[in-house]
């Protein structure tokens, strides 16, 4: 019989633990080999060592989810868990992390949908992945790029997304023009700093390895050895579409990503997306996936405000036909 203690740091105990252990109940069940008591931000686990060492694995990618997101939900919490027995659960199995990130993150597919598009990215060279907010698309496209670098099947990663503004009019912004675009490119940057250290990640800047930019600035190039990814891709005319899909070159991913649920083009502009997805869909070598409310690991209130939207939205739909 061994014995461990865990010390939660960098995150509230209660969002790991839940609000009066209801997490840690939750957890229990799932370790029955192992005893597992709270006192404030320690955890005492006694049991076989190499159950507490699988504990161990799984209890801190938990903890780096919760300080990601700063929530965990019950799916995350059964998904990161498991079963407790080794090798069994997708939370124990190493062989489906895509790239180990920072702070012990693991990034992997979590979900059926995710698990598709990764499969899709390795067996196509062109990848759409068309879901609502939340299910991971960018973000899993990210880490694919990521480990494609990492095992240097590319030379270089370039992530785009069409300069527009999400319904809202934001002037003129000051500095130059790497300050001006930044803000429409925030969320990449986001996901890059969870799996690359600040340093290597400044590096790679500088240097060309990895280059974030507008879609507009892609006119133009041949991307070749690169692994290339179009963010937001609904805010894409189909004319933008055109001219960036026809600047792949040899050796490159491309992977499109798209809410069509949330355009922010201007009126009378129609979205591209479909339209391309549609025309290209039974092409040899392009892969559609499709991701839908059950892929979402953010707030679970995130699934029931896409679910309240889609309801509105068939409503909207059934009363705007023709009687």
Do not use: C, W
């Not at 030379?155 to 429409?184: C, H, M, Q, S, W």
């Amino acid at each position: 019989m061994s014995e461990k203690l865990f010390t939660i740091t960098g995150v509230d105990p209660v969002a790991v633990l839940g609000a009066n252990d209801a997490n840690l109940r939750l957890i229990r069940p799932l370790f029955p080999k192992l005893n597992l008591i709270a006192r404030g931000d320690t955890l005492k686990v006694s049991g076989a060592e190499a159950d507490i060492a699988l504990f161990e694995e799984r209890f801190n990618e938990l903890v780096a989810h919760v300080a990601r997101y700063n929530d965990l939900p019950r799916k995350v919490l059964d998904d990161i868990m498991g079963t407790g027995e080794r090798g069994e659960a997708t939370g124990g199995d190493d062989a489906d992390v895509l790239v180990y990130g920072n702070a012990g993150l693991r990034v992997k597919a979590r979900t059926l949908n995710q698990q598709k598009l990764v499969k899709a990215v390795e067996g196509s060279d062109m990848v759409f992945a068309i879901g609502p907010a939340g299910t991971g698309k960018t973000y899993t496209a990210v880490a694919l790029a990521v480990k494609a670098l990492k095992e240097r099947k590319v030379r270089r990663i370039i992530l785009t997304r069409p300069a527009v503004e999400a319904g809202e009019n934001l002037g003129f912004l000051p500095g130059d023009l790497r300050e001006k675009l930044d803000p429409y490119l925030q969320p990449l940057y986001d996901a890059l700093k969870e799996m690359i250290p600040a340093t290597r990640l400044a590096d790679h800047l500088d240097e060309g390895i990895i280059q974030i930019a507008p879609l507009a600035f892609m006119r133009g190039r041949t991307l070749d050895h690169a692994f290339v990814i179009l963010d937001e891709a609904q805010n894409a005319t189909l004319p933008q579409l055109k001219m960036f899909l026809t600047r792949m070159g040899r050796n490159a991913k491309f992977v499109i990503t798209g809410d069509v649920t949330q355009v922010d083009l201007p009126d009378r502009q129609p979205s591209g997306l479909m339209p391309a997805v549609h025309m290209l869909r039974n092409i040899e070598g392009i892969s559609v996936i499709e991701l839908d409310e059950k892929d979402v690991i953010r707030h679970e209130l995130v699934t029931r405000v896409l679910g309240a939207f889609k309801e509105l939205e068939q409503k909207t739909d059934k009363k705007d036909r023709p009687q």
